[in-house]
């Protein structure tokens, strides 16, 4: 199957955040991204699963895992 048209990824994202608001949700996304990597490697290197994380925290894995 042939396809007519494929956009390469870096020149449509760069396109789109031209967009103030698409660039804003963007950055936030990328904010909240490092800020879920960072809690994993401290949670990892702590030993910790999410349950026992959660537990620390005095809250539900809920809380810290938002889908």
Do not use: C, H, N, W
Not at 31 to 45: D, F, G, H, K, Y
């Amino acid at each position: 199957m042939k396809y007519k048209s494929i956009t390469p990824a870096k020149p449509y994202v760069e396109k789109k955040l031209k967009d103030k608001t698409i660039k804003l949700l963007y950055d936030e996304e990328k904010i909240r991204t490092e800020i879920a990597r960072v809690v994993r490697l401290a949670r990892e290197r702590a030993g910790f699963s999410q349950r026992k994380l959660a537990e620390k925290a005095e809250t539900t894995q809920a809380v810290l895992l938002p889908t």
